[in-house]
T-cell receptor, first 113, second 112 residues
């Protein structure tokens, strides 16, 4: 079974802090994704990576950056956290093949105060 | 841009009832469609994946169908149980770009 692990279930940070959200998958997947999920807005893609050191912006990349130094690990960075970044953050992975499913981690609930 | 809609947003049924959840999408050029379940405060759990060449997939009490030409999928849940209470989301993988597009989900409550 594919396992996607997000390092924290809950995080509370202060405005202006630099925040790191970590995601690790154990199935050698090429693709990794970061989404945020807000009530009424559904899942919105922040960034996508299709290989080590490769990344693409999603729909809402402003205020975020990402790092993929190793294939199994995809990090989301909030350079200077703001209250409007309070949200549920979901990491997902898949193989590159177009027939493959998407696998999600358990999510990180981030609160910025 | 692909748009995915799920109606209704919420559904409440008595235990034992069979039910259908709906998912519609605007662009039929997709590789596949995936149904997920999400429990409160948790991530998404994959239920069923239907490739564009398939008409349906079954897993236990769940059956998902796909009509690509009309841009519709349904998730049928037989003999619903209180443990089925969750939010159900569908997502499509378009043939262009690298994104998956999600609906906003149907929140299902099964009343004992």
């Amino acid at each position: 079974d594919v396992k996607v692990t997000q390092s924290s279930r809950y995080l509370v940070k202060r405005t202006g802090e630099k925040v790191f959200l970590e995601c690790v998958q154990d199935m050698d997947h090429e693709n990794m994704f970061w989404y945020r999920q807000d009530p009424g807005l559904g899942l919105r893609l922040i960034y996508f990576s299709y290989d080590v050191k490769m990344k693409e912006k999603g729909d809402i990349p402003e205020g975020y950056s990402v790092s993929r130094e190793k294939k199994e690990r995809f990090s989301l960075i909030l350079e200077s956290a703001s209250t409007n970044q309070t949200s549920m953050y979901l990491c997902a992975s898949s193989v590159r093949a177009t027939y493959s499913p998407l696998h999600f981690g358990n999510g990180t609930r981030l609160t910025v105060t | 841009k692909q748009e995915v809609t799920q109606i209704p947003a919420a559904l409440s049924v008595p235990e034992g009832e069979n039910l259908v959840l709906n998912c519609s999408f605007t662009d039929s050029a997709i590789y596949n469609l995936q149904w997920f379940r999400q429990d409160p405060g948790k991530g998404l759990t994959s239920l069923l994946l239907i490739q564009s060449s398939q008409r349906e997939q079954t897993s236990g009490r769940l059956n998902a169908s796909l009509d690509k030409s009309s841009g519709r999928s349904t998730l049928y849940i037989a003999a619903s149980q209180p443990g089925d209470s969750a939010t159900y989301l569908c997502a499509v993988r378009p043939m262009t770009g690298n994104q998956f597009y999600f609906g906003t989900g149907t929140s299902l409550t099964v009343i004992p």
